[in-house]
């Protein structure tokens, strides 16, 4: 199944943070894709830019259980991004499953099982059943984001 994302652009000035980004809608290589560029800071306690969109319409959940992961398609500046999932199990904007990709250059598609994204600040175990939320940061050290995406499905 491939979603047809309305991403959102987020960054770390939503608490105080002083990182600046963008996304942009492009073509590279012959791909339609949207591209999450900026330059990451730990200023101010910052640290990330980042993409995200809701699975289901008026956050509600998104019912994953008859999959095995993720699949995307992404190209990049060889840096490693996180890949995160946000269940209603989570009550704190903090609080994730996340797991880390390199997003080298070149298109190329990777497949993450649900098993691969790990609970960050919550004892909770991902349940694909109860999926509101997707995004892909630029998280935690000081660098130039670059990575762009041209399709979000489940395998």
Do not use: C
């Not at 994302?5 to 000035?13: G, K, N, R």
């Not at 609080?95 to 609970?119: D, H």
């Amino acid at each position: 199944m491939e979603f047809t994302p309305d991403w959102e652009y987020v960054a770390d000035t939503v608490m105080g943070g002083v990182s600046t980004g963008q996304i942009t809608q492009t073509q590279i290589d012959g791909r339609d894709a949207t591209r999450l560029t900026g330059t990451v800071s730990l200023e101010n306690n910052g640290g990330f830019v980042q993409m995200a969109f809701d699975l289901a319409p008026r956050g509600k959940t998104f019912d994953a259980s008859a999959h095995t992961g993720v699949e995307i398609t992404l190209s990049g500046n060889n840096e490693t991004y996180d890949l995160r999932l946000r269940t209603d199990q989570l009550e704190r904007p903090w609080q994730s499953f996340r797991t880390e990709v390199t997003a080298a250059s070149g298109w190329r598609t990777l497949r993450i099982p649900f098993t691969a994204f790990e609970p960050h600040r919550t004892d909770a175990t991902l349940d694909p059943a109860r999926l509101r939320r997707f995004g892909v940061l630029a998280i935690g050290r000081v660098f130039q984001a670059d990575i762009a995406v041209a399709g979000v499905r489940l395998y």
